[in-house]
């Protein structure tokens, strides 16, 4: 081996060494769900739970791991709930006699941001994604309000921004959040480009769902109103209980 090819070998393999020693001894944040700075032991205690899961933000030089929650109860008093249905029942034409579904998505893409096809995109972590085409988009919304709309819930697909796609195809329709005032009331600062859910019953008891299986009993059950006071009681117990930390 001659003199250079060594050093140039040795420059190689050095430089090798300080990027993996680099990215070894990144610091590690951990956030709550509304971010603020945790330990491990409060990291894993929630991840681990029922209530939240959690995702990881990998930047140059430090790595974010943060708790979400699953879903969240709580209960609008009558001013609040009078103000607010009164607002989308007048501007979003809002049946405020049913249980309200909302589907929420902050931005409502522009036709001609949607591929011609569907397609599925593999990643190297062995996950994927399907990117749909403007039809799947449309037809899958349809769907949605034919199927899970009864007699009592009403199915409504709010946005907060509109890119450039029309408000109603045919049948379907897309209804704006006039001053953010949902986002505003219920939204948990996800951040993580997940559609979230809004399940608000006429005497104004509210579910937000963020993560949370939509074929579990809890679910099912909360969407019909059904042993809603049980299923209050266990999560603010879950949720006192993860968030009473003593410093261990």
């Given at each position: 081996?001659?003199?250079?090819?060594?050093?140039?070998?040795?420059?190689?393999v050095?430089?090798?060494c300080?990027?993996?020693?680099?990215?070894?001894?990144?610091?590690?944040?951990?956030?709550?769900?509304?971010?603020?700075?945790?330990?491990?032991?409060?990291?894993?205690?929630?991840?681990?739970?029922?209530?939240?899961?959690?995702?990881?933000?990998?930047?140059?030089?430090?790595?974010?791991?943060?708790?979400?929650?699953?879903?969240?109860?709580?209960?609008?008093?009558?001013?609040?709930?009078?103000?607010?249905?009164?607002?989308?029942?007048?501007?979003?034409?809002?049946?405020?006699?049913?249980?309200?579904?909302?589907?929420?998505?902050?931005?409502?893409?522009?036709?001609?941001?949607?591929?011609e096809?569907?397609?599925?995109?593999?990643?190297?972590?062995?996950?994927?994604?399907?990117?749909?085409?403007?039809?799947?988009?449309?037809?899958?919304?349809?769907?949605?309000e034919?199927?899970?709309?009864t007699?009592?819930?009403?199915?409504?697909?709010?946005?907060?921004?509109?890119?450039?796609?029309?408000?109603?195809?045919?049948?379907?329709?897309?209804?704006?959040?006039?001053?953010?005032?949902?986002?505003?009331?219920?939204?948990?600062?996800?951040?993580?480009?997940?559609?979230?859910?809004?399940?608000?019953?006429?005497?104004?008891?509210?579910?937000?769902?963020?993560?949370?299986?939509?074929?579990?009993?809890?679910?099912?059950?909360?969407?019909?109103?059904?042993?809603?006071?049980?299923?209050?009681?266990?999560?603010?117990?879950?949720f006192?209980?993860?968030?009473s930390?003593?410093?261990?």
């Amino acid at each position: 081996m001659s003199l250079k090819l060594g050093r140039v070998l040795i420059l190689i393999v050095s430089t090798f060494c300080l990027t993996t020693a680099s990215s070894q001894s990144k610091d590690i944040v951990y956030l709550d769900e509304g971010y603020q700075k945790i330990s491990k032991y409060e990291f894993d205690r929630k991840s681990n739970s029922k209530l939240y899961y959690a995702l990881q933000y990998d930047l140059d030089t430090i790595i974010f791991k943060r708790v979400f929650l699953k879903y969240y109860m709580g209960h609008l008093d009558a001013t609040d709930k009078n103000q607010l249905f009164a607002l989308l029942k007048h501007r979003n034409g809002v049946d405020t006699s049913k249980t309200i579904f909302v589907h929420y998505k902050d931005t409502l893409p522009s036709i001609d941001s949607f591929p011609e096809k569907d397609s599925i995109v593999y990643f190297k972590n062995g996950k994927h994604r399907h990117i749909v085409s403007h039809k799947t988009f449309v037809n899958g919304h349809r769907n949605c309000e034919q199927s899970g709309s009864t007699k009592k819930i009403g199915i409504y697909h709010f946005f907060n921004f509109n890119a450039g796609h029309p408000i109603q195809i045919d049948k379907v329709k897309w209804h704006q959040d006039h001053h953010s005032l949902l986002r505003k009331l219920f939204y948990n600062k996800s951040d993580n480009n997940r559609n979230w859910t809004l399940l608000i019953h006429p005497n104004g008891d509210f579910v937000i769902n963020n993560g949370a299986s939509y074929s579990s009993k809890v679910w099912r059950d909360l969407k019909k109103h059904k042993n809603w006071d049980t299923h209050l009681k266990d999560f603010t117990r879950r949720f006192r209980s993860l968030n009473s930390y003593s410093g261990k």
